[in-house]
């Protein structure tokens, strides 16, 4: 965006480059260090005895002779057969991000698109409804969901997911229609188009920005729920987060904290893909042209 | 837009809220006012692997009855929203007449459930609230000065505190802050106290859990304004450094008021969830320190008795104090959008 | 099924194999219950049963679980896997079935002490124990010069004896985070006292007492030589310092203790020290300050007769004394099976029960004095109340919770 003139001053290039190092460390490096924890038996993890044992895993030499393991993945993977899990995952986030989209994008642009009063009100009771604590709704789906034989399956989890999170998809979704200038489909409407085909053919090509990414928060709820998940899938359908949960460990008995933090490390593997893959989309300004606000 | 064109554009969304969240909250409610019928109890000999003792049980055969002429149970008003539970009453009314300064009272008042919860769920969601939308706004407008090769790769790891997973993030750091830990090592030399421990204190409990709210929910206000940002427009930007805007000036003028709807969308989305805290308390382990509304009803609903009703009752609470938080906020969207139209 | 203890099934399937001809069943069978691995066998083995479809779901949320599944009718579970403590929930809202037929007909085998009876009718069908105990480091004891306490008053004594002579710094562990564990281990201390959670046919609470004090100020006595942070640690922590090397004596969970120094990367002094023994006594008392634990399955009520028939006969093949010929199982954990040879780490939960250990109480209402006291406790540990002034909380939260649930008037 910078021409010549625009270019920032030395300083200012300086202090800007500064603070996003300093964010960066703030932001990952509790994430590198799981990494480099993972690699090590647990007692080097926690480091309790002596917090440098994390660095030098001096516990994990005694044990597997080297400094680091795989036993961590080698267990999740291979003894739990996490992989089900991640299969699962994937399926329940294609399913919601797919459907709340669909159905949040046509909801949000009529939203953005009708002046009525009840326009308000629907977005203040879709904001209220968004306030009820999601464990409440969880415990009020429990009996219902056994009544009619539907508990456990992943279909109504991927349903219940995308309900919980229409009120914040609707909103979002609401707010970068209302940044797509009106005159657009009006225009196409002008042209002699229906509602729906002014949004299908001038809407929709323009959007993207906004759906990428409102899609890519509609993906992080589903992939990292873990209320809605643990209460509503059978122990065969556990999504990943349950599972971590699982591999914890409770009161009664022994976890495996070091199988759930191999977990994580590689369960974040296809985020850093999906991450790289959209940012270009987001980056790249589709409607730079096209959006004025 | 028409009526009918409205409609049914809005319906499948419609459709979904009212199925599983507003048949939900009315059930809620109804729940909040019913509680389970009195039990009435016999005494018996109990024998297990361990031997036999004497003890009380629910006679099933009397209580069936209450049951099947009252399915909700008995209809008890707002008694348990009053109770020493929730709103307590009494039990305020009691501290006020039996303390003798206002410190006294208040922390009478803090001993109560939910009062000492709200007192930490308001400080949370007061000081984390704004300081993530400012954090988030600072990485946004850095991030977008980078050069495209860098973004790709400052956007993931600005993503991480969002991705992994909370109940993981926040026992890594739960771990990390441990007096033994790496941070808590670090942070005891800085203080230059060898015995500093984060966890054995309410303050430090506090400040931590804050500190962890803000690096969580910071990358989500980071992408919301970074999106916005890219369809910030060029010509008002050339338009205002024309006029010899400084830089400060533009993000000031032209940036903030572009970026303005987001913001406030950030503000209401953060302060709901953030007034509805609950996985740091339980990731920390906290409860001895910091407890929320979301915690208590966790609590009701975990313990080997169910308490359904305390828990409908907090919830309701929950949905009322949230329109309440956010009443400034909607009122202004009220303007804006009658504003508009 | 996720194949959990993936090793252990594989084993077993060679054993069952032989066994399964013996049990044929009729019906559906869907089990639901915690999921540590004793219980993974013992779905295992239900599962070996031919003729009608035998599924588990094996979580750590089935208490949140069991109870919603079970009041349809038809139930979605036929069985329940519970502990002492949660059968009650399953009581109060009467979803489970007497077995006293199924067992005069099929339960010849079972032992007298695996039934589980409410006044009069069986109820569940125990098949493991459990109860906290003593875990120590004999070889810190002994450089120390103290012998293995017996009692509480002897651990602070020798708790003093290891700080002042500076072996470990915190040298006592206990599982004391705030909410269900603290509430735990003051329920060991107050019936270790002699105290009485309820007057006697009530549901009055009786816990803000000379005992409930009592119990307190000995739990703050501990505290001091506890690493700061002990309101944060629950077993899994507490544990994890043992394993570290920086706990000498700690008040442990019987079914933990065979896997306590077996895991990876634990230091070779803490694997030669590890001893345990039977729980403590408080006071002076003969109690010992702990309860006993006992998991055993139930049978759903709201299902025809040909599924109870069905689900008792497979849960009876899932705890067939032929399980404990697979080596892994004996270490899993303290069985009541017939033919069960206690392990050298069950002698803990065999102490407490040749003790006379106080059984968990199975109240209606026990379980809310449990979440009051988790919940009110933590204020007089941090010392922000007197002992008095926090048991008085726990009455008025338990009162209110009591009041609502239709227990108290």
Known sequence: MASEAQRPPLSLRLATNGFIVVWLILAAFPFLWTFWGSFKVELDFFSIADWTNALTGTNTRETHGSAFTLAGYEGAWVQEEFWRNVINTFIVCFFVVLTSLTIGTLGGYALSRSGFKYVFWLLIIALIFRAMPPITLVAGYMLPFFEWNIWGILPTTIIVLVAINQPFTLWMLHSFFQNIPKELDESAKVDGCTQFQAFRHVIVPVMWPGVITTGLFSFLLAYNDFAVTSMLLSESNRTMVPEIAAFLGTTYTEGNVMFAVAAVVSATAPLFVLVMFFQRQIVSGLTAGAVKG | MKHRTFFWFFLPTGLAMVLFIAAPIVSVLIQSVFAPHEAVFVTVENCGPFGCVQETTIDQAATQELREAQPLGRFVGLDIYLDRGHLALAEMGEAWRSSDSLGGFFAELRDLPFYGAMAFTLTYTFVCTPLLIALGLVIALAVNTLTQRLKGLVIFFSLLPMIVTPLVGSLILFWMIDSRGVLGTFLAYLAGDPDLSLKASTPLMWISIIIYGIWSSAPFAFVVFYAGLQTLPQDQIEAAQIDGATRWQQVRFVVIPHLMPLVTFVALIQLMDNFRVFEPIVGFNASAHATSLSWIIFNDLGGETRQLSAAAATSVMTIIGVAILLSPVLVRTWRDFRGKT | ?409
């Open chain 3, 1 to 409: 099924m996720f194949l959990r203890v993936f090793t252990t099934a594989s084993a077993l399937a060679i054993i069952t194999a032989t066994s399964a001809a013996a049990c044929e069943i009729g019906a559906r069978v869907s089990i639901v219950g915690n999921e540590f691995p004793a219980i993974q066998t013992v779905g295992a083995n239900a599962q070996a049963c031919t003729g009608g479809e035998v599924t588990t779901n094996l979580t750590a949320d089935h208490q949140k679980i069991n109870l919603p599944g079970m009041q349809g009718n038809p139930a979605e579970y036929t069985s329940a896997i519970i502990a002492n403590s949660s059968i009650v929930a399953l009581m109060n809202d009467d979803v489970i079935r007497p077995l006293d037929d199924l067992v005069a007909e099929f339960g010849q085998d079972l032992k007298p002490n695996q039934l589980v009876s409410i006044g009069g009718q069986v109820m569940a069908i125990a098949f493991m124990a459990n109860a906290q105990h003593l875990v120590y480091r004999s070889d810190i004891l002994e450089a120390a010069g103290v012998e293995p306490p017996k009692t509480y008053e002897e651990m602070l004594a020798a708790a003093e004896a290891i700080r002042s002579q500076g072996l470990l710094e915190n040298p006592v562990g206990g599982a004391y985070m705030a909410g269900w564990n603290l509430a735990q281990e003051f329920n060991n201390m107050f019936l270790g006292f002699g105290g009485q959670h309820f007057k006697p046919g009530t549901a009055e609470p009786s816990v803000n007492s000379e005992a409930g004090v009592k119990a307190l100020e000995m739990m703050k006595a501990l505290s001091a030589y506890m690493n700061p942070d002990f309101l944060t640690h629950d077993s899994n922590a507490t544990n994890a310092e043992y394993r570290a090397g920086n706990v000498a004596l700690m008040n442990m969970w019987g079914s933990r203790a065979a896997t306590l120094v077996t895991v990876d990367g634990v230091p070779e002094d803490v694997k030669n020290g590890f001893a345990i023994a039977g729980p403590m006594t408080v006071g002076g008392g003969d109690t010992p300050a702990s309860t006993l634990w006992w998991d055993g399955w139930t049978v759903a009520k709201n299902i025809p007769d040909e599924e109870a028939e069905a689900t008792f006969k497979a849960m009876l093949n899932g705890i067939d004394p032929s399980i404990l010929q697979d080596p892994e199982v004996p270490t899993q954990a303290v069985w009541l099976i017939d033919g069960y040879e206690p392990t050298p780490a069950a002698i803990g939960v065999f102490e407490a029960a040749n003790a006379g250990t106080i059984p968990y109480p199975m109240l209606p209402y026990m379980g809310l004095m449990h979440t009051a006291l988790g919940n009110e406790l933590a204020d007089f540990m941090q010392g922000d109340e007197t002992a008095e002034q926090a048991l008085a909380d726990v009455e008025a939260a338990y009162t209110a919770a009591a009041k609502e649930k239709g227990f108290l008037q």
